[in-house]
Protein backbone atom coordinates (compact mmCIF):
# COMPACT_ATOMS: atom_id res chain seq x y z
CA UNK A 1 0.00 0.00 0.00
CA UNK A 2 2.84 2.43 0.86
CA UNK A 3 3.58 2.25 -3.20
CA UNK A 4 0.34 2.97 -4.13
CA UNK A 5 0.87 7.07 -3.83
CA UNK A 6 4.31 6.77 -5.67
CA UNK A 7 2.50 4.80 -8.98
CA UNK A 8 -0.05 7.27 -9.37
CA UNK A 9 2.60 10.11 -8.73
CA UNK A 10 4.72 8.47 -11.05
CA UNK A 11 1.75 8.23 -13.64
CA UNK A 12 1.06 11.80 -13.41
CA UNK A 13 4.73 12.99 -13.97
CA UNK A 14 4.73 10.29 -17.41
CA UNK A 15 1.41 12.27 -18.20
CA UNK A 16 2.91 15.85 -17.78
CA UNK A 17 6.39 14.47 -19.69
CA UNK A 18 4.05 13.13 -22.82
CA UNK A 19 2.23 16.34 -22.86
CA UNK A 20 5.14 18.50 -22.85
CA UNK A 21 6.66 16.46 -25.29
CA UNK A 22 3.07 16.52 -27.68
CA UNK A 23 3.57 20.13 -27.23
CA UNK A 24 6.92 20.58 -28.30
CA UNK A 25 6.09 18.26 -31.49
CA UNK A 26 3.48 20.18 -32.58
CA UNK A 27 4.39 23.59 -32.30
CA UNK A 28 4.96 25.32 -35.83
CA UNK A 29 7.10 28.42 -36.09
CA UNK A 30 6.18 30.86 -39.02
CA UNK A 31 9.07 31.90 -41.33
CA UNK A 32 11.33 34.15 -40.23
CA UNK A 33 11.05 38.32 -41.84
CA UNK A 34 13.41 38.58 -44.99
CA UNK A 35 16.72 38.77 -44.45
CA UNK A 36 17.01 36.26 -40.90
CA UNK A 37 18.62 33.04 -41.79
CA UNK A 38 18.61 30.13 -39.01
CA UNK A 39 20.78 30.01 -36.65
CA UNK A 40 21.91 26.48 -35.33
CA UNK A 41 24.63 27.26 -32.84
CA UNK A 42 24.50 23.76 -30.58
CA UNK A 43 22.71 21.78 -28.51
CA UNK A 44 21.40 24.22 -26.00
CA UNK A 45 20.82 26.81 -28.32
CA UNK A 46 19.21 24.17 -30.52
CA UNK A 47 16.56 22.81 -27.65
CA UNK A 48 15.85 25.94 -26.80
CA UNK A 49 15.55 27.96 -30.25
CA UNK A 50 14.86 27.77 -33.02
CA UNK A 51 16.56 30.93 -33.33
CA UNK A 52 17.31 33.46 -35.97
CA UNK A 53 19.65 35.92 -37.27
CA UNK A 54 21.41 38.68 -39.84
CA UNK A 55 24.40 41.00 -39.64
CA UNK A 56 22.77 44.15 -39.17
CA UNK A 57 23.45 47.77 -40.42
CA UNK A 58 26.81 48.67 -38.91
CA UNK A 59 28.39 45.28 -38.40
CA UNK A 60 25.53 45.17 -35.69
CA UNK A 61 24.43 41.53 -35.13
CA UNK A 62 20.77 40.73 -35.28
CA UNK A 63 19.29 38.07 -33.34
CA UNK A 64 15.55 36.86 -32.83
CA UNK A 65 12.71 34.07 -32.20
CA UNK A 66 9.38 33.52 -32.46
CA UNK A 67 7.80 33.10 -28.79
CA UNK A 68 6.78 29.07 -28.45
CA UNK A 69 4.28 28.02 -25.73
CA UNK A 70 7.53 26.40 -24.36
CA UNK A 71 9.36 29.85 -23.87
CA UNK A 72 6.50 31.00 -21.57
CA UNK A 73 6.25 31.10 -17.81
CA UNK A 74 2.43 30.38 -16.42
CA UNK A 75 1.80 33.82 -16.71
CA UNK A 76 1.57 33.49 -20.82
CA UNK A 77 4.99 35.50 -21.09
CA UNK A 78 8.24 34.67 -21.75
CA UNK A 79 10.54 33.23 -19.00
CA UNK A 80 13.63 35.66 -17.89
CA UNK A 81 15.89 32.83 -18.17
CA UNK A 82 14.51 32.49 -21.81
CA UNK A 83 15.30 36.43 -22.19
CA UNK A 84 18.81 36.01 -20.23
CA UNK A 85 19.56 32.67 -22.50
CA UNK A 86 18.40 34.35 -25.77
CA UNK A 87 20.65 37.96 -24.51
CA UNK A 88 24.09 35.96 -23.46
CA UNK A 89 24.11 34.05 -27.09
CA UNK A 90 23.39 37.28 -28.51
CA UNK A 91 26.28 39.24 -26.87
CA UNK A 92 28.34 35.91 -27.44
CA UNK A 93 27.72 36.19 -31.02
CA UNK A 94 28.51 39.84 -31.58
CA UNK A 95 31.63 39.26 -29.89
CA UNK A 96 32.47 36.10 -31.63
CA UNK A 97 31.63 38.43 -35.18
CA UNK A 98 34.02 41.20 -34.33
CA UNK A 99 36.93 39.04 -32.77
CA UNK A 100 36.60 35.97 -34.68
CA UNK A 101 37.57 34.03 -31.52
CA UNK A 102 34.77 31.74 -29.39
CA UNK A 103 34.47 33.35 -25.77
CA UNK A 104 33.14 32.35 -22.40
CA UNK A 105 30.91 34.71 -20.25
CA UNK A 106 32.39 36.20 -17.60
CA UNK A 107 29.39 38.63 -16.60
CA UNK A 108 26.08 39.21 -17.89
CA UNK A 109 23.78 42.11 -17.00
CA UNK A 110 20.01 43.08 -17.90
CA UNK A 111 16.93 45.22 -17.01
CA UNK A 112 14.08 43.36 -17.71
CA UNK A 113 11.60 46.02 -18.97
CA UNK A 114 8.41 44.70 -20.45
CA UNK A 115 6.85 41.41 -20.88
CA UNK A 116 7.11 39.64 -24.31
CA UNK A 117 3.76 37.56 -25.25
CA UNK A 118 3.39 34.34 -26.91
CA UNK A 119 3.82 34.60 -30.76
CA UNK A 120 5.79 37.36 -30.68
CA UNK A 121 8.40 38.35 -32.59
CA UNK A 122 11.43 38.57 -30.25
CA UNK A 123 14.38 40.71 -31.88
CA UNK A 124 17.84 42.16 -30.38
CA UNK A 125 20.35 43.57 -31.55
CA UNK A 126 24.26 43.47 -30.41
CA UNK A 127 26.98 45.83 -30.58
CA UNK A 128 31.06 45.29 -29.24
CA UNK A 129 31.98 48.92 -27.08
CA UNK A 130 35.17 47.31 -26.04
CA UNK A 131 37.41 44.90 -27.05
CA UNK A 132 41.00 44.20 -25.44
CA UNK A 133 43.45 40.85 -26.12
CA UNK A 134 41.11 38.59 -23.80
CA UNK A 135 38.29 40.73 -22.92
CA UNK A 136 35.63 41.91 -24.67
CA UNK A 137 32.52 44.15 -23.54
CA UNK A 138 29.40 44.02 -25.32
CA UNK A 139 25.64 45.53 -24.84
CA UNK A 140 22.50 44.81 -26.55
CA UNK A 141 18.92 45.66 -26.78
CA UNK A 142 15.79 43.45 -27.50
CA UNK A 143 12.55 44.11 -28.59
CA UNK A 144 9.09 42.72 -29.10
CA UNK A 145 6.93 44.17 -31.57
CA UNK A 146 8.66 47.78 -31.32
CA UNK A 147 8.47 47.70 -27.43
CA UNK A 148 11.60 47.34 -25.35
CA UNK A 149 11.69 44.27 -23.62
CA UNK A 150 15.19 44.15 -22.28
CA UNK A 151 18.60 46.08 -22.03
CA UNK A 152 21.76 43.87 -21.27
CA UNK A 153 25.67 44.06 -21.25
CA UNK A 154 28.21 41.24 -21.07
CA UNK A 155 32.19 40.64 -20.11
CA UNK A 156 33.48 38.36 -22.09
CA UNK A 157 36.73 36.39 -22.51
CA UNK A 158 38.15 34.30 -25.41
CA UNK A 159 38.16 30.64 -24.83
CA UNK A 160 40.90 28.49 -24.17
CA UNK A 161 42.74 30.54 -21.57
CA UNK A 162 41.48 30.54 -17.97
CA UNK A 163 38.47 31.53 -16.49
Not at 48 to 65: C, K, L, V, Y
Request: include cysteine; charge should be positive; hydrophobic fraction near 40%.
Amino acid sequence: RATLPMEGRERRLAYLQHAALSSIMTETVPPPPEGFVPSPRGPYTTHNGPMFHRIGEGGSFDHAFFVLPRHCNSMGIVHGGMLATFLDGLLARAVFGSTGAQSVTLHLSMDFLSAARKGQWVFGEAKVTRAAKEITFAEARIHADGRDVLRGSGVFKKAGGRT
